[in-house]
């Protein structure tokens, strides 16, 4: 069956301006997991949602933010761009979420330049 | 507070050696962890997981130990292929700010040599 789709795989944005990335799960998965990787910060965990209700946030700024749909479909955003912003977003999908002995499975990713 | 963190940023070993990358961790509250593997330009694939009741897991190829004593975990690699250079990650999967998330070491970038 067909893995984590991410969509755009790479895209380029200007300081200021804001951008919509989007994340389809695997099949049958109800919960989608966000994730910036920047060399300096390594992987950080941005938010978590399952079946439509964000369940878990991590620090970022409001200016991080993200929905799920009925369809189990996620899509985050990120408004007034900062240069630091740029990273590559990862999403990931399981069946019960981010639960002890839950796999978890990365998309390929988003990469963000911000200039 | 809560950090999971890697020894060594790079290894090298040989084609055919063993690899062991290291992961160390603070919270001693942290009983689920998980090894994945990214390779370049590709997202992180699950490689293998233990829970704190467990010292020892192995799978094909890979083996994780964990020493609760001193809050350290490694994952080994048995005859190293070329395939297998990458970045490993340690993951913890742990209940923080009100539910679960997954908190990522820095990361070995291992590389094999022929």
């Known amino acids: 069956k067909a893995g984590v789709t991410q969509t755009p795989r790479y895209l380029i944005k200007t300081r200021g301006q804001q951008v919509t990335l989007s ?11 966000w994730y910036q990787q920047t060399p300096g910060q390594g992987l950080q965990f941005l938010f978590e949602y399952f079946s439509e209700t964000q369940r878990n946030k991590g620090n970022f700024p409001g200016r991080f933010s993200g929905r799920q749909f009925s369809n189990s479909r996620s899509e985050m955003n990120v408004s007034t761009l900062e240069l630091g912003d740029s990273a590559l977003y990862l999403c990931a999908s399981s ?3 981010l639960i002890r002995g839950n796999t978890i499975y990365f998309g390929e990713g988003s990469w963000l330049t911000v200039v | 507070g809560e950090s999971v963190g890697l020894h060594l940023p790079t290894l090298s070993v040989q084609e055919g050696d063993n690899s062991i990358i290291n992961c160390a961790y603070s919270n001693s509250a942290s009983d689920y962890f998980i090894w994945y593997k990214q390779e370049s330009g590709k997202g992180p694939q699950f490689i293998i997981d233990i829970r ?3 010292d020892k897991r192995q799978g094909q190829r890979v083996t994780v130990l ?3 004593t001193v809050k350290h975990l490694s994952l080994q690699i048995a005859a190293t292929q070329p395939g297998d250079s990458a970045v490993y990650f340690c993951a913890e999967n742990g209940v923080t700010g009100g539910g679960n998330k997954l908190t990522f070491g820095t990361g070995t970038q291992l590389k094999v040599e022929l």
Not at chain 1, 23 to 33: D, L, N, Q
């Open chain 1, 23 to 33: 994340c389809s799960p695997i099949s049958g998965h109800r919960s989608v997991s």
């Open chain 1, 95 to 97: 069946l019960q979420g």
């Open chain 2, 52 to 54: 704190s009741n467990m």
């Open chain 2, 66 to 68: 964990l020493n609760k």
